[in-house]
């Protein structure tokens, strides 16, 4: 180099940004920074945390055995030893809604971790390699999407036969056509960019590509659509359940709760508003999250 | 004479736009490379001069572009003909690529160190370490002052001038013999620019690479290559050295790229240019390819199109225009 470019060189800015230094604390901080300025979706965080704390612990915080009956309190509204009231066999509600927590999140979150996984992977496949590859793939998804979420998940279930695990299943199966659209679309345009190019200019094989250079890029959409399709999913398990193709209905979950609710509707209509806000809550407190993480994360909206 | 790195023949490739219908955005295009030449590829925007990189390169893989036709020889052997899996063993290694943008050439979800290091063990069997204390090295040689903060940076934290300078850096981690700049300096400001030109001529004469650059800025030609081609829509229509080139250009769409440069001093208030806009590559003239916008278009000009002839006494220089060397050609010139 000659001495001429080198003085020149001394007085190019460094770098374009001098505040930001190149730390990942720095990334978090800013993250966290924005994140707290969406009132809602930080209520919502905190919402969620706690009801997934309260559903871990349940079992050893409940005021009551939530299988335990008594006849004596049969149908009660809300009393100071019930904060929540009592249902058909006297059994505590508040102790039931938070045992009942964990059955239908597990089921919600694990079917939707399945259902991601599947998706990601086939919506990336589809939209690096193209072809009959991708026909197959979105032709198949279209198929899925034809039929309304429940109904499908009711069809598994009706296959498969009912029980938690299969629920779950259900409830994946009619998640990965959602995922495998998105995650094509965003596959396909990260593809298109130039850093994309340059890898393959370098020599980079396709897995590699799809792997450490397109993948990360697409990650935002799908942390979004995930915290989006876990209120579907709880809504679809309770669903389920609702009509009787969940798990045993012994153990306390809040779509079976709601659906022996029904019968004492008129008698006894807390037994239906304590699981029915619950979902409606929890479904809402996704959604807002994942509004806020979309807000927060697409660089789009930046 | 130099050593002849690369050779290409008749190259043509095509686009498919449809089922059965196809355009051809560079038409039998030949020319040559020595080791350790700077060679100028110059030519309006759509003009196929980014297309007949691509091609180089071979990346079409998955667009509807392919070579239909012609060689691409580099040191004796056939690109064309080679599978995807040792072009890519030659991508990187042997032919390298700096592109326009480099803000966007970069991953912005990876490091600088990540992606300099992916780029030298893709090719290398070297540890991590030891491939980053060669990207290290690396960026010294490209002058940027700092290696160490910059290989911690993400890309979006480095100025477009440092940007461009690792994307060379990734370009020659691997000592590449040949290089092709796809207007490395379009997107760049112009002291950055001449920065950048200074670094790839000292990169020429420290490793003897060749480099293929590629550009619509007749001053970059002018000052980085020995020799230049003048592409106009897809077809080379005049080859000569860059000294013959503005001194004495032959054929009437050089003449006027030429003119269209702003001269200092000259006193011209307005720059001329030339009149109407490049051919839609489906719906192209018969012909020369240029008659409709040539003011010395005369009516052979509009039925065949002439072929890239040499020029009498004029070292290896070419032409493609039927009216050179006739009289109406001299005197369009005069």
């Not at chain 1, 965080?45 to 009956?69: E, K, T």
């Not at chain 1, 979950?253 to 004492?264: D, I």
């Not at chain 2, 070297?126 to 940076?153: C, F, Y």
């Not at chain 2, 240029?290 to 009516?299: E, H, I, L, M």
């Amino acid at each position: 180099m000659s001495e001429e470019t080198a003085k020149v060189l001394d007085q190019e800015p460094l770098y374009a940004d001098a505040e930001a230094l190149p730390t990942a604390q720095n990334r978090v901080k800013a993250f966290i920074k924005k994140f707290s300025k969406r009132k809602a979706a930080l209520v919502s965080l905190v919402f969620l945390v706690a009801l997934i704390v309260v559903a871990v612990i349940s079992p050893y915080i409940v005021p009551y055995d939530p299988a335990a009956p008594d006849y004596s309190h049969m149908l009660e509204g809300p009393t100071a030893q019930h904060i929540l009231g009592t249902d058909e066999f006297g059994r505590d509600v508040l102790s039931r809604v938070m045992v009942g927590a964990r059955l239908s999140l597990f089921c919600a979150l694990s079917a939707v971790v399945v259902g991601t996984f599947l998706g990601t992977v086939l919506g990336l496949l589809a939209g690096y390699y193209g072809g009959i590859l991708e026909s197959l793939i979105m032709r198949g998804s279209d198929v899925l999407f034809a039929f309304p979420d429940i109904l499908l998940a009711i069809a598994i279930v009706a296959i498969i036969g009912p029980g938690t695990v299969n629920v779950i299943i259900a409830v994946a199966v009619f998640t990965v056509p959602s995922f495998a659209r998105i995650m094509r679309s965003a596959t396909i345009q990260v593809k298109g960019s130039l850093y994309v190019e340059v890898a393959r200019s370098l020599g980079c094989p396709d897995r590699r590509i799809l792997w450490t250079h397109i993948f990360p890029g697409t990650i935002q959409s799908m942390i979004v659509n995930f915290t989006m399709r876990i209120g579907t999913a709880i809504l679809a398990a309770a669903s389920l359940s609702f009509l009787g193709y969940g798990a045993d209905v012994t153990v306390p979950e809040w779509g079976s709760m709601l659906s022996t609710a029904r019968n004492y509707m008129t008698t006894a209509p807390h037994l239906v508003y304590v699981p029915g806000v619950l979902i409606f809550l929890t479904v809402l407190a996704f959604n807002l999250l994942g509004d806020g993480l979309r807000d927060t994360l697409d660089p789009k909206l930046k | 004479m130099a050593e002849r790195l690369l050779d290409v023949t008749g190259l043509t490739t095509t686009f498919r736009t449809g089922k059965k219908t196809s355009v051809t955005a560079v038409n039998n295009v030949t020319f040559s490379l020595d080791r350790g030449e700077i060679l100028g590829l110059v030519g309006e925007s759509g003009c196929g001069k980014s297309v007949t990189s691509l091609s180089i390169m071979g990346l079409f893989e998955d667009t509807a572009g392919k070579v239909a036709s012609g060689s691409i020889v580099f040191d004796g052997e056939d690109l064309t003909k080679l599978t995807t899996k040792q072009m890519r063993s030659i991508r990187g290694k042997r032919i390298s690529m700096i592109f326009q943008n480099p803000m966007s050439s970069l991953n912005s979800c990876m490091r600088v160190e990540a992606q300099l290091i992916e780029a030298i063990r893709l090719h290398n069997d070297v540890s991590k370490s030891e491939a980053r204390q060669r990207a290290s090295k690396m960026l010294s040689a490209v002058g940027i002052p700092d290696p160490e903060q910059t290989l911690r940076s993400y890309p979006h934290q480095l100025s477009g001038g440092m940007s461009q300078r690792v994307m060379i850096a990734m370009a020659l981690c691997c000592e590449p013999e040949m290089m092709i700049a796809d207007e490395p300096t379009t997107a760049l400001d112009v002291t950055i620019q001449a920065q950048i030109l200074e670094l790839m001529k000292d990169i020429r004469s420290r490793n003897n690479t060749s480099i293929l650059l590629i550009t619509h800025d007749l001053g970059v030609v002018a000052e980085m290559c020995s020799r230049a081609l003048v592409m106009y829509a897809g077809r080379i229509v005049e080859e000569a050295s860059v000294e013959e080139l503005f001194a004495s250009p032959i054929h009437p769409y050089t003449v006027g790229l030429i003119a269209s440069v702003p001269k200092l001093g000259s006193g011209v208030t307005s720059l001329p240019s030339i009149p109407g806009s490049v051919p839609d590559l489906s719906a192209m003239p018969q012909g020369c390819k240029f008659a409709p916008r040539c003011k010395y278009a005369q009516a052979v000009c509009r039925q065949t199109e002439p072929e890239l002839a040499p020029v009498p006494g004029g070292n290896g220089r070419k032409c493609r225009c039927h009216l050179f060397g006739k009289e109406e050609g001299k005197e369009a010139q005069a």
